[in-house]
């Protein structure tokens, strides 16, 4: 199994900054793409910002110019820096990450997630 703990979310006023982690843990061979995730009240769960084993990144519209996602391939962690926060960016957001782990002799891939965390941009 593998764990996905989530900090640094809260709240900020508009035009403000956070900045997210998410470390894994447990029975990790390789750790492929990491993302995240963000869901709003009464909206779906959408696709925030995913980086690949290689660093490809790919983002949203919505966040495109305003976050950057990054790892750390040594600490198993991924960042999120949020700049320019609007309230439209307020949700719980969740990491995301997809990890190859083994139980001999076999090789296997899953997706996991964390906990979630909230972000709150208001006057």
């Known amino acids: 199994q593998v764990q996905l703990v989530e900090s640094g979310g809260g709240s900020v006023q508009p035009g403000g900054s956070l900045r997210l982690s998410c470390a894994a843990s447990g029975s990790i061979f390789r750790i492929n793409a990491m993302g995240w995730y963000r869901q709003a009240p009464g909206k779906q769960r959408e696709l925030v910002a995913v980086i690949t084993s290689g660093s490809n990144t790919n983002y949203a519209d919505s966040v495109k110019g305003r976050f950057t996602v990054s790892r750390d391939n040594a600490k198993n962690t991924v960042y999120m820096q949020m700049n320019s926060l609007n309230p439209e960016d307020t949700a719980v957001y969740y990491c995301?990450?997809?990890?190859?782990?083994?139980?001999?002799?076999?090789?296997?891939?899953?997706?996991?997630w964390g906990q979630g965390t909230q972000v709150t941009v208001s006057s």
């Open positions: 995301n990450a997809n990890v190859s782990s083994y139980n001999g002799p076999y090789y296997y891939s899953k997706d996991y």
